[in-house]
């Protein structure tokens, strides 16, 4: 064997073993199954949803395998913390407080929160007719802050929550007499379902973004700048290709990207 023939075998090894490095490299996401649209189970028990379906596009724009781990939403950024999972995408949004502890994507939807009640429920600008009432939130969310901060000093009392679910549960049989959660998983996991009938938003639409911050991102560890770049890139390159548009379409009738 001669000296080209030896060292083009040698490069032609080296890709083989690259490109399958490439093909079996692996992104753990941590999510919450609770959260539909977003995320919910199948009667399969399999996980679905709009968060679900933008995370393996991601990954197969960016060739490696998505690897789910499923947890309450409240254990995904400490997971991400000790180094369980790599990126938590399950509608986290994006503020100044979470910044601190770690790094976000840009955004890949964004949404407001609202109050539903019953219909008819009279509520006023500031809040202060709910004085006595029980609104339930999920717990560590910007939502919770805001009702934390807001409401419980007008007299209000919060009742929080691992999920929404139990929320819409409790709304339903009468141990609640509100929800305060993101519009859009308010609106189409209870208000246009059958057990959401009779309850409608009520009172102003929260729009701060100091509560509603930026928009969802995906959390990554604090400076992991490479996997941050590597899926902004994918974010925008399935937005450029239409793969965002035809997953949003299998969920939503409107654009949630916003401007």
Not at 41 to 63: H, R, V, W
Request: aromatic residues 10%; charged residues 25%.
């Amino acid at each position: 064997m001669n000296k080209f023939t030896l060292i083009s075998g040698l490069a032609l090894s080296l890709m083989a073993s690259s490109s399958l490095f490439a093909a079996e490299k692996t992104l753990r996401i941590g999510i919450e199954a609770a959260y539909p649209p977003f995320a919910f189970k199948t009667p399969e028990g399999k996980i679905s949803g709009f968060d679900y379906d933008i995370g393996n596009a991601l990954c197969a724009q960016m060739q490696v395998k998505c690897q789910w781990t499923e947890q309450e939403y409240d254990g995904l950024i400490p997971s991400l913390k000790v180094k369980k999972i790599d990126a938590a995408l399950s509608s986290i949004t994006i503020t100044e407080e979470r910044k601190r502890s770690v790094d976000f994507t840009h955004k890949y939807y964004f949404t407001s929160a609202r109050l539903a009640m019953k219909e008819g429920s009279q509520v006023d600008e500031q809040f202060a007719s709910l004085k006595g009432k029980r609104i339930g939130v999920q717990r560590a969310t910007t939502t919770d802050r805001y009702v934390t901060e807001v409401l419980a000093p007008k007299g209000i009392e919060v009742v929080r929550y691992t999920s929404n679910e139990e929320i819409f549960m409790d709304l339903v049989s009468g141990r609640l007499d509100g929800v305060f959660a993101d519009t859009i998983p308010l609106e189409q996991g209870f208000l246009n379902t059958e057990k959401g009938k009779g309850y409608a938003f009520v009172g102003p639409e929260l729009k701060d973004p100091s509560y509603v911050g930026e928009g969802a991102g995906i959390a990554v560890r604090k400076g992991n700048t490479q996997l941050v770049t590597e899926l902004n890139q994918a974010i925008d390159a399935i937005r450029a290709n239409g793969e965002y548009q035809k997953i949003q379409a299998k969920y939503f009738k409107s654009d949630i990207y916003g401007d």
